[in-house]
C-alpha cells in the first residue's frame, strides 16, 4: 500500500484525493485551511501538522497549488521540501505553472535524486470528483508508467507530452484554446439573441454544424440553455475567472520565451482581464458571455 502525500486540498485538489481514499491509498494531507483538512480526514485521510511533516515516509508526494511561485516557494531552496523529501520519492506536480518554474522543480529534484512528473490536469471540478481528468504529463516516460496507476485513481485520460514541463506547455496551450472558443461562442450567441434567434435553437444550429465546438455541446455560456452548464446557475461553480485569465498570461509568457506569436491568445487575455475588472473573478469563465450582452 503507498504512502501518499497530498498538499493543496481547495477546489480540485479535495475529490482529487478523496478518489485516492476511494482506490484505498494511505493519505496524509496538508492544506493551510483547517477545514479542508478536517474534510478529508472525515474521509479517511490521516492529517499533517505542515508540509514538510505530511512528507515523512511518502512514497508519493501530490501537490496541488494556485500558482508558480506557491510551488516554487514550497519545493525549492535550503527550506523547500526537496530538501527534505528522501531520495526514491515520486513527485507528482499537479498545478497549472509556467513551464520555466516546473522545469526548475524539475532540475532541483533529478539533483537530489528525488523522480517527479509534472501533470497539470484538465477537467474541471466536475471532472475531479468523478475521477475522470485528463493528466497532460511532463518528465520521463518511464517515471510515468510507475505513477500511472496513481493518475488512474483520479482521472480517465493520461497523455505524456514530452519531456521536462512538457505537461504544462500542453495545459496553457489547451486552456488558451479553450478561452478562444468560449470567447467565439458567446460572441456569436450574443450576435444571434440580438437579431431575434432563440438562444437554444441558435446553440443547436451551430453544434450540428461547422462551428461546432466543446462549449456548445457541454458548457453552453448563455443562462438557460443547458440546465447543468454554470450560466444557468449565475456562474457559479465550475473554473473560476481569475484562473482562466492566470492561465491566460501562462501562455503569454510561454509565448514570449518561445518567441511564438499568440495574437487570439493575447486578446483573449486582454478580454477576461475586463472581466476581472466587472466583478467576475469568481464566476466560471463562461461569464464572459457578460461581456457581449446588451
Sequence with gaps: MKQIAFLGLGHMG?????????????????????SAIDTAVAQGASAARSARDAVQGADVVISMLPASHHVES??????????????????????????????????DAAERGIEMLDAPVSGGTAGAAAGTLTFMVGGDEAVLEKARPVFEAMGRNIFHAGGDGAGQVAKVCNNQLLAVLMIGTAESLALGVANGLDPKVLSEIMRRSSGGNWALEVYNPWPGVMENAPASREYEGGFMSALMAKDLGLAQETAQVSGNSTPMGSLALSLY??????????????????????
Design 273 to 294: 482581464r475586463m472581466l476581472l475588472k466587472q466583478g467576475f473573478a469568481e464566476k466560471d469563465f463562461s461569464s464572459v458571455q457578460k461581456l457581449f450582452n446588451s
Design 14 to 34: 479535495a475529490p482529487m484525493a478523496a478518489n485516492l481514499l476511494k482506490a484505498g491509498y494511505l493519505l496524509r494531507v496538508f492544506d493551510l485551511v483547517q
Design 74 to 107: 514550497l519545493y525549492l531552496g535550503d527550506e523547500g521540501l526537496l530538501a527534505h523529501i528522501a531520495p526514491g520519492t515520486l513527485v507528482l506536480e499537479c498545478s497549472t505553472i509556467a513551464p520555466v518554474s516546473a522545469r526548475k522543480v524539475h532540475h
